[in-house]
């Protein structure tokens, strides 16, 4: 099985990385651009076995505890979790 | 004073903090590999700056989960006095021995200059030396030092005279330039609630001998010695 993390900036961190990206697609003359919000993306593929009862629930509610103890800062970052079989 | 320093893969800065703590104490502290689960009896333990494992993932998040780290957690909690400097704060932040996190530089620069830093709390052990209000001189340099909580955290730590220090102009130097980083309420260092962990951004080890620009870095291990013996 394989999950899929994306870890992105809350609300209201400041994110200096994006406001240059935003500024580069300016420079590069692409209008439109209102913001940009840089984050990370992870795939872990988990195996089976001791840990996993094989089904989708349990391994979103491991690879969430995975996010909470070390892929995200939760004072900073939110997370989002899916798993594909 | 006995003192310990922590020292990861990617640490560079232990040898600097060795030679501020002998100085101050007279006696070198004990080293700690990070894969020692057992702290030395120590008054005082610190995690010095560098870049621990890359700083892969976040500045300081590999550490913060070494066995080691846990038991400076533990120590902490007993009230072992800890002080963690720069990517030493980072790893306490990461491990949640204090609250907030540390974003990249707003400029995306890594920084490093002589900056000034005003003493905000002049009360406690490590800065038993400085007077509140006092400005030092001394270097920085990271590239993520950008101190962030949310408003309730910051509220919390102002009530409770937690902010240790805050970036301040030198002489001479703008209104706009004396903040290196971004840092909220230009915050450089804080404490525990409990008043035995600081961590902070500057490096007071190197600023102890007048051929690195100042010795006002010199009060805080002084102050250190003096508290714990």
Known sequence: MRARVHV???????????????????ALGFDGVADV?????IEIDLKDGPGSDGSAGGAEARVSEMCEKLLANTVIENYRVEIEA | MKSAIVVF???????????????AS????????????????????VVPGGFSYGDYLRA????????VLRSVA????RGVAVLGVCNGFQILVEAGLLPGALLS???LKFVCRDIGLSVANGGTMFAACYEAGQVLRMPVAHHDGNYFADTDTLDRLEDEDRIAFRYAPLDGE??????????????????????NVLGMMPHPENAIRADQGSTDGRGLFAGLAAALG
């Open chain 1, 8 to 26: 992105t900036l809350k609300p209201g961190v400041l994110d200096p990385q994006g406001k240059a990206i935003a500024h580069a697609l300016e």
């Open chain 1, 37 to 41: 919000r840089q984050g990370k993306y």
């Open chain 2, 9 to 23: 893969p990617g640490t560079n800065r232990e040898q600097d903090m060795a030679e501020a703590l002998e100085m």
């Open chain 2, 26 to 45: 007279g006696r070198p502290p004990a080293m700690v590999w990070h894969r020692d689960s057992a702290l030395p009896e120590a008054d005082l333990i």
């Open chain 2, 60 to 67: 300081g998040a590999m550490a913060a989960h070494s066995p």
């Open chain 2, 74 to 77: 533990e120590a902490a909690q």
């Open chain 2, 105 to 107: 530089n707003a400029s």
């Open chain 2, 174 to 195: 703008g209104a706009d330039r004396f903040n290196p980083n971004g840092s909220v309420r230009d915050i450089a260092g804080i404490y525990n609630g409990s008043g």
